[in-house]
């Protein structure tokens, strides 16, 4: 199922995955079992679900204020997912790390490659679906996205998971505990 070692201190994790993988959900149970770990909020331009918070979600900017954000070199890594523009504020998530915190990325793949580049030293996991059908029901049992924004995630979601070999580490979200026991035993944290 995984194929790496935990780094030794590796303290900025990124997780990614298509979207309707589980992502959220894995991250939800990861944070209640270990509220050590700084979960970083991003900005973005796409209009908030239902129940979803300023702030604590995201931050919701305009595309304006977006890219002004991103010129001014504020954002760690940004990138268009499904015609929305999503980023990392740079300022917490490097606060975070210089006080010794675990830090936690969730972020599509386009970004993942660009924090490769920026924190060689972190530690990416890519997480699967069992399959691309269970993906599919996922998203659309989710039942937060229209018809056209389910379309344009699942063609994404192809590219993304060809993407999978380029992760440290992959991991298969088929049993939801299974998965987060092991991306507990990969974060190096105690189960
Ligand atoms: P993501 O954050 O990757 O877009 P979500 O966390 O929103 O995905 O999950 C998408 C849907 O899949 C949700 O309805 C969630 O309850 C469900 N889900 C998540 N993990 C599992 C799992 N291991 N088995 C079955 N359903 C799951
Ligand atoms: P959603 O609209 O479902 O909340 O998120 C869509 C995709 O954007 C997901 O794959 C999620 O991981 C990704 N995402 C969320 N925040 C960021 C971010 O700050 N940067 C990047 N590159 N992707 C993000």
């Known amino acids: 199922m995984t194929s790496a070692t935990p780094p030794a201190g590796g303290r900025l994790t990124v997780l990614t995955g298509p979207s309707g993988v589980g992502k959220g959900t894995l991250v939800k149970l990861l944070l209640e079992r270990h509220p050590e770990i700084w979960l970083s909020v991003s900005a973005t331009t796409r209009t908030p679900r239902q ?3 300023e702030g604590r979600s995201y931050f919701f900017l305009s595309r304006q204020a977006f890219e002004q954000r991103a010129a001014e070199g504020g954002l760690l890594e940004w990138a268009e997912f ?28 386009e970004g993942a490659r660009q924090v490769r580049r920026s924190f060689p030293a972190g530690f990416q996991v890519f997480l699967e679906p069992p399959s691309f059908e269970e993906l599919e029901r996922r998203i659309r ?19 993304e998971l060809d993407a999978a070999p380029e992760f440290d580490a992959r991991l298969v979200n088929g049993d939801l505990e299974t998965a987060l026991a092991e991306l507990e035993r990969l974060m190096g944290l105690n189960g």
Not at 141 to 159: F, H, K
């Open 51 to 53: 129940g979803e918070e």
């Open 82 to 109: 499904a015609g929305n523009l999503y980023g990392t504020p740079r300022q917490p998530v490097e606060e975070h790390l210089a006080g010794g915190r675990p830090v936690l990325l969730e972020i599509e793949l």
């Open 141 to 159: 049992g989710r039942g937060t996205d229209s018809e056209e924004a389910i379309s344009r995630r699942l063609e994404r979601a192809r590219v």
